[in-house]
């Protein structure tokens, strides 16, 4: 099970801290990923990280200015740091996980498991 937190409402120009949980699913190789959907668009891959191995995540280009990933591997809680927030940064973030793996990916098949889903609104 993923337990996403800490999404809300800002205004543009802003920051805010996702996090996500996992727990027993997760095995000590796995991988956790950020997505998110806006309204009208497909499910977007943003960021990924593998627990094993120092310095491998990933931001994906258009957004590695502004977000980083990150985690806490003895807590299994993936963390999200958003800077600079723009109104296109509205939308639905989910964390996703899968585990008994060192090499993530960026398709939705890559990942078994999702949280719920946290909203994120920018205000202009």
């Known amino acids: 099970q ?14 805010l801290e996702l996090s996500c949980v996992g727990s027993s699913y997760l095995t000590e ?6 997505w998110r959907v806006t309204p009208g668009k497909e ?3 943003v960021a990924y990280v593998p627990s094993v191995g120092e310095g ?7 957004l ?3 977000f980083a990933i990150s985690l806490i591997k003895k807590n299994y809680t993936l963390n999200l740091k958003m800077n600079m927030l ?8 989910y964390c996703a996980a899968d585990r008994d793996t060192s090499v993530c990916g960026r398709l939705r098949r890559d990942y078994a ?5 946290i909203q994120v609104t920018v205000s202009p």
């Open 56 to 62: 491998r995540s990933v931001v994906t280009w258009s």
């Open 2 to 15: 993923l337990v996403e937190s800490g999404g809300g409402s800002v205004q543009a120009g802003g920051s």
């Open 64 to 66: 590695r200015d502004r």
């Open 43 to 45: 499910r977007e891959w």
């Open 113 to 117: 498991l999702w949280g719920q889903g």
């Open 86 to 93: 723009k109104p296109e940064d509205t939308a639905m973030y």
């Open 29 to 34: 190789r796995y991988c956790m990923a950020w």
